[in-house]
């Protein structure tokens, strides 16, 4: 079955860049989504289709997919971007949703 | 507006079923499919399984194959998702959320609903 990894935790500085990774076997060529996801909330999403952004979400959420890793840029990260990040990716070979296993960004 | 309204919270014995609700508004629920999502206390997000809400057409996760069922009633605009044969590790808040095509990303999600297994 298809594997998305992600680092476990990020931590930024308030007002620096953040970037989250999800990797998985030519992901590149997969649609990959992004959902924030706060405590005791349900999941929202950020990105979608690689890089496209809901109305609503600020333009400091961006995504790039490429290769073997897709990336969530958060720039001029603020407190209340503290979540946890997915990814999501459908694996055509299993018609399954596949998520990442969720990284927990603290803003120091 | 859109929402999906999801059954209250459920506490349930080892081995028995759960049936939970999700009920959709603000869209015509024909044109999305739902999926259900589950978030173990502490856990990431595991996708259980789809259905086309047009024909009730589904599709399980291989994990979940053999113990649960969805279905829907256009009538109320309603999906359900029942696990059967529970065990601990069901205990999860479960998630109904839409997207628009089966492969595209979830947009809107329900408010979840926490099932507790226990004896």
């Known amino acids: 079955s298809y594997v998305l990894t992600q680092p476990p935790s990020v931590s930024v500085a308030p007002g620096q860049t953040a970037r989250i990774t999800c990797g998985g076997n030519?992901?590149?060529?997969?649609?990959v989504h992004w959902y924030q996801q706060k405590p005791g909330q349900a999941p929202v999403v950020v990105v979608y289709?690689?890089?496209d952004r809901p109305s609503g979400i600020p333009e400091r959420f961006s995504g790039s997919n490429s290769g073997n890793t897709a990336t969530l840029t958060i720039s001029r990260v603020e407190a209340g971007d503290e979540a946890d990040y997915y990814c999501?990716?459908?694996?055509?070979?299993?018609?399954?949703?596949?998520f990442g296993g969720g990284t927990k960004l603290t803003v120091l | 507006q859109v929402q999906l309204v999801q059954s209250g919270a459920e506490v349930k014995n080892p081995g028995a079923s759960v049936k939970v609700s999700c009920k959709a508004s603000?869209?015509?629920?024909?044109?999305?499919?739902i999926h259900w999502v589950r978030q173990a206390p502490g856990q990431g997000l595991e996708w259980m399984g789809i259905?086309?809400?047009?024909?009730?057409?589904?599709r399980y996760a291989q994990k979940f194959q053999d113990r649960v069922t969805m279905t829907r009633d256009t009538s109320t605009s309603t999906v359900y998702m029942e696990l059967s044969s529970l065990r601990s590790e069901d205990t999860a808040v479960y998630y109904c959320?839409?997207?628009?095509?089966?492969?595209?990303?979830?947009?809107?999600w329900g408010q979840g609903t926490l099932v507790t297994v226990s004896s």
């Open positions: 959320a839409r997207s628009l095509g089966d492969s595209g990303h979830f947009d809107y």
């Open positions: 603000g869209y015509t629920f024909t044109s999305y499919y």
């Open positions: 259905i086309n809400p047009t024909g009730g057409r589904t």
């Open positions: 030519n992901i590149g060529s997969k649609s």
């Open positions: 289709d690689d890089s």
């Open positions: 999501h990716v459908r694996d055509s070979s299993s018609d399954n949703v596949v």
